[in-house]
Each structure stands twice: as C-alpha cells, then as structure tokens.
C-alpha cells in the first residue's frame, strides 16, 4: 500500500473501526484477510495475552490484538509519521498501549519482561527477520511458550531459533505468513 488511507480493525470491541494511514513508499499494512486468519489461529491465547507489535508501522496487528482482549500490547516504531499516526490512532480509539518511538534493532539490544505474543513484520527491504528473531531470543523477550507471527516476502529465505515450532502458515500474494510456537531450548544441546 502506498498512499494515505485507512485501513478498518477486523473484530473484537473495535471491529470496523477505521485507522487513519499515513502516506509513506514502502508501508505495506497486513491484509484484511492474512489478519482475520491470524486472529482465528490466536483466539484462544490472545485473551489476557503481553503482546509486542514490533516493526508496528499502521500497529494494525497491535490494534487487532487489544480488539480482542489483548492484556497489553508494546507498539515498536522508528518513522516519526507512523508513531504520530500510531498514537492518534490510538487515541482516538481510547485503547490504551505503549509506543515506543525507536528502531526495532536497537530497542531489543535492552531486554525486558517477556512477552507471550510477538508480531513480527519488518519491512521487508530490511531483511531483519534473522538478527530480530535471534534478539528476541537472547535478550528474554520470550516467554516460555510463546507465539510469533512471522510475515516476510513470498519464498525469502532466513534463519529462526530451532526452538521456534511451525504451527500454521499461509499465503497471500506476494506475501508468506507463519505463527510459531516457542518451546523452551533444550538444556543439553
């Protein structure tokens, strides 16, 4: 997508609420359809759930998420336009999170409180998947069983931790999608 628009939350207490989307090259927010199919596979853990919204650009999939019952959601962004968009958003909805105004990269060096949902959506000429996985991982942002949303370009090609567990997938146009289950690594290897 490129060009100011809107984009409308999918279900939840915010169904059919419309976000405002800034007009940015290169913003591609999550489809209608690969986040209706998404929130299916979350339903049963979304409730209650920590969720990080990394790489948040619209922070549809955080908005989605605090839609449907989310206990919190972390919003991370570097474009100053998505962030004053983001929290206008926001705003304008009453739904409570945090945004955090920073590059992905560079935020998740700190470590802090494990999340249980992580929504992990780089812009793709990043190619950040591997090195944000592997921070995820090594900083404690995890928890135990947590679950990853992976979208990435149709057929690239990156490194997850061997401890991330395909649960279901899918496709979209150009665009692959994947939730994995983290199991805890194991002690002897």
Known sequence: MNGSGRIRV?????????LEVPDLP???PTSDRVRETLFNWLQPVISGARCLDLYAGTGALGIEALSRGAGMVTFVEREPKLVAALKANLARLKAEA???ADDAARWLKAGGKPFDVVFMDPPFADDAWAEAALRLEEAGWLAADA???????RGASFDLPANWLPHRQGQAGEVAYALYRRTPADPLS
């Not at 999918?10 to 419309?18: A, F, K, P, V």
């Not at 679950?147 to 370009?153: G, L, M, R």
């Open 10 to 18: 999918i279900g939840g207490n915010l169904r059919n609420s419309r």
């Open 26 to 28: 290169g913003l591609r």
């Open 98 to 100: 945090r945004v955090v």
């Open 147 to 153: 679950w990853i949303y992976v979208e990435s370009p």
